[in-house]
């Protein structure tokens, strides 16, 4: 009967009194599962009546008491109950203007053998709580890889939604967080100055990071994770075609380029260009400081003195406005005699202009080159037709990629996809050595044939029309040399060769 009255006092509020008769029957048969359930329920209902910081201390004391209970495992209705009001009360912790985080372990160190449903909401629900101060919070990889990552539920690998605004899954939250943790390493002092990464925790968790890559490939950060966690590893090679993927979709955020002048570490030209194109797009001054700064130190190492300056002086401006300490490297620059002696400019736009286009090569390396030659400009309207073979022609502007292009050229390019009416859009696009082997280009030799009136000709099957024949004062029956282009006759519906160039 005992339990009944426990849980009829509960539900009358005489919780007083129901702790009473709870103690009185638990001292007598300490091991009778009904006295621990009917003592957990009371321990409960003072949980749920002191989740919130200021009653921190009876919270925890009343926590300790379902601890010391030992329940069985498959006693796990109390447990998951418990854990709604633990996540209010750390949720709670976590708003206060100074976060105890030496509370939040207390907490974290009474649940842990705590049994509660996996996966669950409520489990989640903890998750989150714990999870949401992460970033100060030293101990959280700890209780991550107590709270695994394998308990996450379907619903938490799904975008959520507060207030309106669409909100990124809690199960890339996680793993974002996780692996923040895993590349900025443990401190070794008290400012944290100093830090150690774990590089074996680092390629344990990797795994686990490429089966969230393939099972989501949605998730646009994932990618960016594992490039900063082989960087972390020193491998920077994979930490190339890891990022990749993730570079070409935020091509247009600044930071995008910032770690990549990371993976680049050991070429100080590429680091350059990639500074250069992050400094080329459109991003508040605020957030350039330490990336202008970096920016600096190659151009001073290149004896880059006046972009230098410009530079420099542009991050004290930044800086000063927003009263913000200059570092020490800053100061030291300046009183250097380079320094004193160098011209600032009002910008190094056209620096940086000089360099993205081999920036942006980087990006979209891991796409092949294919070979073409351009068979008719409009420079009016920077688009050109072009012809790699039989199965592939149309046309594409250039003008991003491209200064003066001309009829016979060959390039190479990069592709954005399939063409559509014959219009592509392109990646990259440069002009190569015209002497490269290409199916839609020849060079010929032979006799000369002209047809009156028109006055065009044929040299065996090439075409030669009649300004070409006019322009280089050629007549029927002379031996001509020169390049021919493939071309599509439209009116005969068929293909042919074409006189581009006259030697």
Not at 218 to 231: D, E, I, M, S
Not at 296 to 321: F, G, S, V
Not at 415 to 440: C, E, H, R, V, W
């Amino acid at each position: 009967m005992s339990f009944k009255e426990i849980k009829g006092l509960r539900q009358a509020g005489k919780l007083d009194e129901a702790l009473q008769m709870a103690n009185q029957v638990l001292e007598a048969e300490p091991n009778n599962i009904w006295n621990k359930r009917a003592a957990a329920w009371v321990y409960y209902d003072y949980l749920k009546r002191n989740a919130q910081p200021e009653s921190f201390e009876e919270f925890k004391e009343n926590l300790i008491r379902i601890k010391d209970l030992q329940l069985p495992e498959d006693e796990k209705m109390v447990f998951d109950n418990c854990a709604w009001q633990i996540g209010s009360l750390v949720f709670g912790l976590q708003k206060t203007e100074h976060v105890d985080y030496g509370k939040i372990n207390e907490l974290f160190e009474i649940i842990r053998d705590f049994h509660f449903t996996k996966p669950s909401e409520s489990y989640s629900f903890i998750y989150k709580a714990f999870h949401k101060g992460y970033q100060n919070w030293s101990n959280y990889l700890t209780f991550a890889d107590w709270w695994n990552f394998e308990n996450l539920r379907s619903e938490d690998y799904l975008e959520e939604e507060f207030k309106g605004k669409k909100m990124m899954s809690v199960a890339e939250q996680a793993y974002i967080a996780y692996s923040k943790k895993l590349w900025e390493g443990e401190p070794l002092d008290t400012f944290g100055q100093q830090r150690v990464v774990d590089k074996e925790r680092i390629r344990s968790f990797l795994p686990k990071l490429d089966s969230l890559i393939a099972k989501q490939p949605y998730y646009q950060y994932p990618p960016y994770l594992k490039a900063k966690l082989l960087l972390a590893l020193g491998t920077d090679d994979n930490a190339l075609s890891a990022f990749l993927p993730f570079a070409k979709q935020k091509r247009n955020d600044f930071w995008v380029w910032g770690l990549m002048a990371e993976i680049f570490s050991k070429d100080k030209d590429i680091q350059l260009a990639c500074y250069c194109k992050a400094l080329s797009l459109n991003t508040q001054e605020g957030f350039l400081v330490k990336l202008r700064q970096a920016f600096a130190e190659i151009l001073i190492d290149k004896r880059m003195y006046d972009e230098a300056k410009t530079e420099i002086q542009k991050i004290i401006a930044t800086r000063e406005k927003h009263e913000w300490k200059i570092p020490v490297q800053i100061v030291q620059w300046t009183e250097q005699d380079w320094y004193k002696t160098a011209t600032s400019k009002k910008d190094n736009l056209e620096l940086y202009s000089s360099h993205i286009r081999q920036a942006e090569e980087i990006l979209f390396q891991d796409i092949p080159e294919e070979l073409i030659v351009v068979e008719f400009v409009n420079e009016n309207k920077s688009m050109l037709n072009f012809v790699k073979d039989k199965k592939k022609h149309g046309f594409f502007n250039y003008s991003r990629n491209l200064i003066k292009p001309q009829i016979g050229n060959l390039l190479k390019v990069r592709f954005d996809g399939d063409g559509q009416n014959g219009y592509y859009k392109i990646l990259t696009a440069k002009q190569t050595d015209s002497d490269m082997p290409s199916d839609a280009i020849m060079d010929f030799e032979g006799r000369l044939q002209v047809f009156p009136p028109h006055n065009f000709g044929f040299i065996k099957d090439i075409f030669v029309d009649a300004k070409t024949i006019e322009k280089s004062k050629l007549t029927d029956g002379q031996t001509v040399n020169g390049r021919a282009i493939l071309s599509f006759n439209k009116k005969k519906n068929k293909w042919g060769w074409k006189a581009i160039e006259i030697t």
